[in-house]
């Protein structure tokens, strides 16, 4: 640090430089000035003051030598011991004089006995000790691209706390060609800088301008402070969007979803802000159409689908767009998109019925036309192109026409309608397009019915059992048949065949219902009289001309027990009763006579048992119950009686049994007596038992014929049936009668019986049975029933 006039710097605790001072005695107080520089160091020496006041410093301790201040921490201090004066602590002039041109310090001393008191001067010189400084490290302008040259931009000067030729002296602007320096010298105040535009600015050329403004004092060597300038320039519209493309052409399939994009423009604009936002729209010029189909992004200038697209509609759109700024009075610049519809396969053919017969007559010939077919396919090329076909296994078949998708659906093969009566009709349409599409179109086709097929009966020959003495006028049993024709084709009506022949004498008895079948019984059939018949019915349907068949009708009557027995001996006559003479000498199981009975029923019904209704001794006769031969059980003593009465009873087995009694007087004569009447009686017994015997055997015959007759027929019928029935004989538990044939076996859970000439009482015909089987009651148990095979 230096002291300015003359007074040279010294270190601490010694005196520096040479004090230059101008003093003023007085008799009470002195004045004494020092200078120094700003900053120097704690401890400087500034001056002797005792020295330069011509003060014994032997004397300033004594006289409590001071300096009088009212600051807590003065800059200065004095050393009572030898009276100079010192730095107590740094100084910067600027915090002390600001800006003026001369900073002085006053200080006043004090000594006393006598009182004195001097006043001290220091004046603070200046060093450069700052660099200028700006308010504001950046200043940002922003100034429209259309400002004219010469504009000026007044800037804030820097400062600098040194003063003098130390304070800021010039100031400098970094290069640029739009902008120049000028600086206004304010005297005093300063020196103001200006920023001036030289040349016309262009923001889409360049956006901004950085500048560097420095200002530099007048130190060796100067500082300096830098305030960096930033110039936005300011757009203005005077730039139209422009669009990256000269042409825009896209191919876009008809197909494409709605949300599809089409294509992507994309304009630009130098113009910046909204100047330079451009958004994008349809033109006005565009047809309505065009608009439902497409949409555009305004902010991206995207193209998307809004609607369907069809090829075959229209291939080609030329949609217009424009770009247009933001600004306040917007720039437009307008492009066309050439949109190429690429046509694909979306289209499934069409499949037409043009003519069409919905019932084809089933004894069409094959080549008969049902209908005619046309197909279309609106795609192009090898997409519209179609191949028809149809189901394999049907009797039709499509036969192409001249023109061009034209068919005819024709008969390949004759029809049945009986085997089936409608045809759905799958046509299938397929174009050639990848992948192919198809179509499919059904039709049905009703075979209307030819009257082709006679009626049918559900059996044949039929075979009936017939109960006698059903009520005249009632159904006795009923013939079905069917038709496999349709409406009055299959209406059938019945009717017995009567040829006057004398096996069919008996159909005029009968009456048939034409439209059920049913057939009717005039009178009461009778067993004893006729056990069997036939005729035949005829069915005959309503087609025209009409079809018939006949079916022969075998009718079995079943006996029922309607005959009480008939005693053929012995006969009584006038009241009176058969008379038998027998020895009193014979044996045990002497034969006395024979009971002899006749039951016109066959079965159970038919089936005579004998019985002893009255006898006056039961230890001297017995009956046995099926031959109804009487014997004696013992031999005849004194004290038996000569005449004895014995009441048979013959009843038969049917459910209700009939019976009749015939009554035997046996006389107990003496040997001699018993031959002679013996010999009387033999003849005309002879002759009688010839008489019977020739009716029985008669009866036998007939009947054994019947039997076989009905044993061949129904053998026949069972062997024209497929039934195979698993069985096994069994033995008959409840036989108790004399019938010549009686086999039993069993099927499941069901048991059968096979008899002879002869059927049981009681039977009925088992609803459902073919009329061959019979119910049997049981006795014991449920009923169980009866086959005749």
Known sequence: MEQRGAIPRRARGSLVGCVVAALLWSVASAQIRYSISEEVNEGTVVGNIAKDLGIDKNTLKDRKYRIVSSSADPPFVVNQNDGILYVSRRIDREEVCAQSSTCLINMKTVLENPLEVHYVEVEVMDINDHSPVFPEKVKTFEISESVLPGARFQLKPSIDPDSGPFSVQQYRLSHNNHFRLEVKDRGEDGKIPILVVQKSLDREAAGSHSLVLTALDGGKPPKSGHLNILVNVLDVNDNAPVFTKDVYSVMLDENAPVGTTVIQVNATDLDEGLNGEVVYSFSNSMNQNILNIFAINPVTGEVTVKGSLDYEEKDRYVVEIQASDKGSVPLTTEKSVIIKIVDINDNAPEIEVTSFSSSVPEDSRPGTTVALISVNDLDSDLNGKIICSMDEDVPFMLSPSIKDKMYSLVTKSPLNRERQSKYDLRIQAKDAGQPPLSSEKTISVVVSDVNDNSPEFS?????????????????????????????????????????????????????????????????????????????????????????????????????????????????????????????????????????????????????????????????????????????????????????????????????????????????????????????????????????????????????????????????????????????????????????????????????YMLVGPRMSVGSTIVPGSQANTLVLPDRRHTSEEVRFI
Not at 659 to 666: G, N
């Open 459 to 751: 059996l044949s020959p039929y075979t009936f059992y017939v109960t006698e003495g059903n009520d005249p006028g009632g159904s006795v049993f009923s013939v079905k048949a069917s038709d496999c024709d349709e409406n009055d084709n299959a209406l059938i009506s019945y009717r017995i065949l009567r040829d006057g022949s004398k096996q069919n004498k008996i159909t005029s008895f009968l009456n048939i219902n034409s439209e059920n079948g049913d057939i009717l019984a005039i009178k009461s059939f009778d067993f004893e009289t006729m056990k069997t018949f036939r005729f035949k019915v005829v069915a005959t349907d309503s087609g025209t001309p009409s079809l018939s068949s006949n079916v022969t009708v075998n009718v079995f009557i079943l006996d029922q027990n309607d005959n009480a027995p008939v005693i053929l001996y012995p006969v009584s006559s006038n009241g009176s009763a058969e008379e038998e003479e027998i020895p009193r000498n014979v044996n045990a199981g002497h034969l006395v006579t024979k009971v002899r009975a006749y039951d016109a029923d066959i079965g159970y019904n038919g089936w005579l048992l004998f019985s002893l209704q009255e006898v006056s001794d039961h230890s001297l006769f017995g009956l046995d119950r099926y031959t109804g031969r009487i014997r004696t059980l013992r031999s005849f003593t004194e004290t038996d009686e000569a005449e004895h009465k014995l009441v048979i009873l013959v009843k038969d087995n049917g459910n209700v049994s009939l019976s009749a009694t015939a009554t035997v007087i046996v006389k107990v004569v003496e040997p001699k007596e018993a031959f002679a009447a013996s010999d009387v009686q033999s003849s005309t017994t002879d002759e009688e038992e010839n008489n019977v015997t020739l009716y029985l055997m008669i009866t036998l015959g007939s009947v054994s014929v019947l039997f076989l007759i009905s044993i061949i027929v129904l053998i026949a019928m069972q062997c024209s049936k497929s039934t195979d029935y698993t069985s096994k004989y069994l033995p008959e538990t409840n036989y108790d009668g004399t019938m010549c044939h009686s086999i039993q076996y069993r099927s499941g859970d069901k048991r």
